[in-house]
């Protein structure tokens, strides 16, 4: 048994709904409470919002509750209505900010909290909030009472459902008997059908009650309550954790530290927060590695993903279109820096530079120049991971562990004196395809700024000399740098254009390489010339992620969000230049709102930014460094609070670990 499991106490909720109202919600709270302490757990209850009624003040009585009524009901309203309306008739307001604060509380002080809802998950508590928005706010396992009797299927399917569609865990349904009648078809029928139709657990019935002062005697052994204790969270998370070990091999990771070590297991998110297995939330401060732009669990793209799932999931475009690809091209072109015209699909951002590598390899050699074959790129550039972007790389260490296996560039390494990139380009731009840049900032390798002007530079360069410049935005697109692109910051137009990683918000893998018309129109030849561009991956144009990135893109234009941007990465600037003073601070570098804050000098061994970032995920911030380097790049929505509260943590962490 592990040492956490003995010392830990329980600490644990549960959240009571119902099917509808009147169904024995209140005594199937009652009962497991009593069950609960008959087993030695001390219990605590809450019924957050009663109309009408005396439920609370029963539930009080019942389990012996020396808790005062108004922490166990702090919000009550006179008529027997919905919520939000007996809330209104009686000009009252129901704030959940403290129905929450007050549950933490008696989270504290006992084993269980029960916390009963107010009738069935669709029940409005205000006119926006739902019992369901609760329970996911309290971050509760739900029980589901519903009655015996005809009808009763059909009711208990769609509240499983659309507990399930709002992400709620449901531990199962506990049926309450609520006619003295004696039972017939339906009721002796209803759990093992629920249980088979809902694939859900059913806890138990509850017998016809004839008074209310034996529940604990008629009630017990009719739930089945293990099942329900084991299912506790510490629980499931031990579970979780065995079998990641047992059969994922995470990317980028020695497996040999990560099987001695606990990872944290995600379980669901909201806004720009991760919340783990065990409820805990973390400030998540690189966004999901660089993809989540609008915060997690977006309704527009909710909804979108939604709408597209029940007209079509995929479709080839190897020989067909389809709805979603077309429209979201048609939004890109529109977007992009001008001039390009024609969108090519793949899944991820390694793919979308491949894509552009074949695209102005094959681009020469179609239209007669087919001694242009060089790709040059710069010293220390990250274009992803297959061998063709690994290829166009300059992380040493990749280069010398796949050396066999990519093929010859050209590594160009000095940005501050572009004069020798002119050298270079007049001497042989006859065997030079294409250069492949991170216009700006060169994410990877550590959040490297380049110099001011010389992507223009670059662009008057390769077009004086007939290269093709590939813009390779896979990190910098979709407003990271201030600007919906960075070449926007110097009005460049590359010729080739790589998007992924925010393209669809971080919901969906999605990629496109963008074009000019020109590099489209030299593979425009009789087919039996074999001029075809012969690339494609099955999942090409896939219209759920189609549709996700186009929800994602019209949330710009909705939200302004690159406007709002502007004040968060004034605050970001200010913030960050606390850290100069910071004594192993060597340099901090930011372009918009990606951040990298270097730390030295250390040797890589020593591993400083993974001891930073763990230390900072004691304070519930989640990062990932790159080297000596702790990256910042959280999703656009982050608020000025939350991003201090991130630099601040960071600065603790620093200051703890050094
Ligand atoms: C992340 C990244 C890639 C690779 O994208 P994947 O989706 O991980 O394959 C390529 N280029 C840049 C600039 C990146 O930051």
Same mark, same amino acid.
């Given at each position: ?47 957050? #919002? ?33 919520? /939000?309306?007996?809330?209104? %008739? ?32 669709? #029940?409005?508590? *205000? ?19 519903? %009655? ?40 002796? *029928? ?100 660089? #993809?989540?732009? /609008?915060? /997690? ?116 390494? *000095? ?40 992507? %223009?530079?670059? %662009? ?106 502007? !004040? ?15 004594? /192993? #601070? ?14 030295? !000098? ?57």
């Amino acid at each position: 048994m592990d040492k956490s499991e003995k010392v830990k106490p329980l600490n644990r909720g549960i959240f009571i709904t119902a099917t509808d109202t009147g169904v024995g919600k209140t005594v199937v709270t009652a009962a497991l409470g009593l069950l609960l302490q008959k087993k030695g757990y001390k219990v605590g209850v809450m019924k957050p #919002v009663q109309c009408g009624g005396q439920d609370a003040k029963f539930l009080r009585t019942t389990l012996r509750s020396k808790d005062p009524l108004e922490k166990i009901n702090p919000f009550y309203a006179e008529e027997p209505l919905s919520p /939000h309306l007996a809330f209104r %008739r009686a000009e009252k307001n129901i704030d959940i900010i403290k129905i929450i604060s007050i549950y933490q509380e008696l989270l504290n002080k006992y084993d269980f909290v029960l916390v009963e809802g107010a009738g069935g998950l669709m #029940v409005p508590l *205000t006119e926006d909030y739902f019992v369901a928005d609760l329970i996911r706010d309290l971050n509760l396992d739900t029980i589901i009472v519903s %009655r015996l009797g005809l009808g009763t299927i059909n009711h208990t399917l769609l509240t499983v459902h659309q507990a399930r569609q709002a992400g709620l865990n449901v531990s199962g349904v506990i049926f309450s008997d609520t006619s003295r009648k004696e039972r017939g078809i339906p009721e002796q *029928t209803n759990p093992a059908e629920i249980k088979t139709l809902g694939q859900v657990p059913v806890l138990g019935v509850i017998p016809y009650l004839r008074s209310v002062s034996d529940i604990l005697k008629e009630c017990d052994g009719q739930i089945d309550l293990d099942s329900l204790l084991k299912a506790d969270r510490p629980a499931l998370t031990r579970q979780f954790r065995k079998w990641d070990k047992e059969y994922i091999w995470h990317p980028f990771t020695q497996m040999k530290d990560w099987l001695e070590d606990e990872p944290l297991v995600i379980d669901r998110a909201d806004g720009c927060y991760l919340i783990d297995t065990d409820g805990n939330r973390y400030l998540d401060g690189v966004s999901s590695l660089w #993809v989540n732009v /609008h915060g /997690h669990r977006r309704k527009e793209i909710d909804a979108a993903l939604n709408e597209q799932i029940n007209k079509l999931s995929h479709s080839t475009l190897l020989g067909l279109a389809n709805t979603a690809s077309i429209e979201l091209a048609q939004k890109l072109v529109e977007i992009a820096p001008g001039g390009l015209q024609k969108v090519f699909y793949s899944d991820n951002g390694s793919t979308a530079v491949e894509v552009a590598l074949k695209m102005s390899y094959q681009y020469w050699q179609n239209t007669g120049r087919a001694n242009k074959k060089m790709i040059v790129h710069l010293a220390n550039s990250y274009h992803g991971d297959t061998l063709g972007s690994v290829s166009v790389g300059g992380i040493e260490l990749f280069h010398k562990v796949y050396r066999d296996l990519i093929f010859k560039t050209i590594s160009f390494d *000095t940005l501050n004196d572009l004069d020798k990139l002119e050298e270079l380009f007049e001497k042989s731009h006859e065997e030079m395809a294409a250069f492949i840049v991170e216009p700006l900032i060169q994410g990877a390798a550590g959040m490297l700024l380049w110099p001011q002007h010389a992507l %223009r530079r670059i %662009r008057e360069l390769c077009t004086k000399y007939e290269i093709l410049l590939i813009a390779d935005e896979v990190a910098t697109g979709f407003g990271r740098t201030g600007k919906m692109f960075a070449c926007e910051h110097e009005s460049v137009h590359p010729d080739i254009l790589c998007l992924a990683k925010g393209l669809t918000g971080g919901y969906l893998p999605l990629a496109a390489t963008l074009t000019k018309k020109k590099i489209f129109d030299g593979f425009l030849f009789d087919h039996k010339e074999q001029k075809t561009f012969f690339h494609g991956h099955t999942y090409t144009g896939n219209p759920l992620a189609c549709a996700a990135a186009l929800a994602n893109l019209k949330i710009f234009e909705k939200d302004n969000t690159l406007k709002k941007l502007a !004040p968060k990465i004034e605050f970001l600037r200010d913030g960050l230049r606390a850290f100069r003073d910071l004594s /192993h #601070v060597v340099e901090v570098r930011q372009l918009g709102m990606m951040v990298g804050i270097e730390l030295g !000098p250390f040797a890589w061994e020593e591993r400083m930014g993974v001891k930073v970032c763990q230390k900072a995920r004691e304070r519930g911030v989640i990062l990932r460094p790159l080297g000596n380097v702790i990256v910042l790049m959280p999703s656009l929505v982050i608020s000025i609070e939350e991003l201090k509260f991130l630099l601040d943590t960071i600065r603790w962490a620093i200051e703890e670990v050094l």
